[in-house]
């Protein structure tokens, strides 16, 4: 539990940094955490242990599990309108993986848990540029998912997964390597801690918020550890991929919504509701 307030300690220094000072420039934060600090974060994440063929294991099991509770989320979703259809299908889905997911399994299981929610953020970032997209615009779109071509952490992860395999020697930087690391998380929680700053709620959905919850701590935890039940995996990997599947809802969220004109402040809410109860979810489960 400790290590959960210790990491939203770092979000609640966004939050009042951005209330107390309005100039704050959140874009200028995403920039440097995007472009400069992750790729440090992905490099020294997927080389803190050496790959196997279970490390390509876990992006598979946890898109068999997103992909699985899909089918449920899309079968609760037809009791809404349009609108409501696509948040409820999509969103308990795309979690904080990178914000808070990989501080939170460094803190909790230190470098290995590091690893696995680093290959695991990846895995996340694929399907929100691709089935997020899909399910926010109510189409395909090409010029959206080629966004992700855009990012470095893509190119990085690939070779950092090279180097892993390799097994090259980055003894020599590895100081470096773990001080943009620690930046990368500590800005990545400040950073969910100003979109949060800037979030206003016009109106509560409680219906929508009732199933989103219900999908984001019940439907698809229960997915996840029943489908891993069927497997004889690595146990820590086994926490991990549970843990990633139940972080809060990502930020992404919104700006997909307000991309395609589709409730960004009811989205917005979400992701605060979702961040509120994790802390509780959190305690009981973990």
């Known amino acids: ?11 609640i220094i966004g939050f009042i940094a951005k209330k107390t000072f309005k100039e704050l420039n959140e874009k200028s934060f995403v920039i440097i955490s995007v472009y400069f600090l992750q790729p440090f974060l992905t490099l020294w994440g997927l080389t803190l242990k050496p790959i196997n063929f279970e490390s390509f294991l876990a992006p598979v099991y946890y898109l068999a599990i997103i992909f699985i509770s899909l089918i449920f989320t899309y079968s609760l979703s037809k009791f809404l309108d349009k609108k409501d259809r696509s948040i409820a299908t999509i969103t308990a ?16 299981w230190g470098s290995d848990g590091a690893f696995w929610a680093t290959l695991l953020n ?15 615009a109510g189409r395909f779109s090409l010029e959206n998912t080629k966004k992700i071509l855009k990012i470095p952490v893509v190119y990085v992860g690939i070779i950092a997964l090279v180097i892993n395999y390799l097994k090259i020697d980055l003894s020599t930087i590895s100081q470096m390597l773990q001080m943009g690391a620690y930046s990368s998380m500590t800005i990545q929680l400040i950073i969910f801690g100003i979109y949060t700053a800037n979030i206003k709620i016009k109106k509560i959905p409680l219906k929508l918020s009732t199933i989103i919850t219900f999908e984001k701590f019940i439907l698809v935890p229960i997915v996840g550890y029943l489908f891993l039940s069927l497997f004889k995996i690595d146990p820590l ?19 997909l919504a307000a991309l395609f004109d589709n409730q960004p402040e009811i989205v917005a809410w979400l992701i605060i509701l979702s961040s509120i109860l994790f802390i509780p979810y959190f305690y009981i489960v973990f």
């Open 122 to 136: 990846l895995t996340n970032m694929f399907f929100i540029y691709i089935f997020g997209i899909f399910f926010y």
């Open 237 to 255: 990997m086994m926490k991990v991929i549970l843990l990633e599947i139940s972080v809060p809802i990502a930020v992404n969220n919104v700006n």
């Open 1 to 11: 539990m400790i290590a959960v307030i210790s990491i939203y300690f770092f979000i």
């Open 93 to 108: 889905l795309i979690g904080n993986t990178g914000n808070l997911g990989i501080p939170l399994s460094y803190a909790l």
